[in-house]
């Protein structure tokens, strides 16, 4: 019975490391080419450098959630006029694992975006998505690339509620 127990309890160290590394805290940071596009109007400005911090918590193997503050650059209107476009979200992150070192995810949530025009900013909040891959250099450390897509525009006269920006990204995730 006392090497059922010992054989009990050694497994239950060995795998709990396992265990651990599928849930958890992280935090991240994403840089990228942010291009911006809208219906029936020429942008002199539609793309720019991205910047995104993230935090999230992975729930279990297959599902985290992230808050994100985005920095989707600037966008050139067609007065000539150059606007800063930023935005918080916050979404649900679907995982599969390939293997120990490489999963891909697919996230789905909601965002709220805005575009600094003076005197008032113009904002929107809409559904945002984003698909990319991660490759895990070992159990914090993570690099990732992913696609992002976020509707802007709001109630400005320049720009319409069919305004979207596409985000191409390479970033890091340090897992607690």
Known sequence: MKKITIAVLLSAFVAAPAFAA???FYIGANVGQASTSMDNTTLTKKSDTALTVLAGYQVMK?????????HLGNIGDPG????????YSL??????????????????GYA????????TDSK??????????QYNINQALGVRVGYDMYSIGGDA???NNNTKTGVVSVGVVYKF
């Open 157 to 159: 006269p320049v720009f």
């Open 80 to 87: 000539g006029n150059n606007h800063s476009v930023t935005g």
């Open 124 to 133: 929107k909040s809409a559904a945002t998505y984003g698909i990319g891959g």
């Open 22 to 24: 599928d849930q958890g």
């Open 91 to 108: 979404v649900a992150v679907g995982i599969y694992p390939f293997n120990e070192e490489w999963s891909g995810f697919a996230k789905l």
């Open 62 to 70: 297959y599902f985290a959630v992230e808050a994100q503050y985005n």
């Open 112 to 119: 709220s975006t805005s575009i600094a025009i003076t005197p």
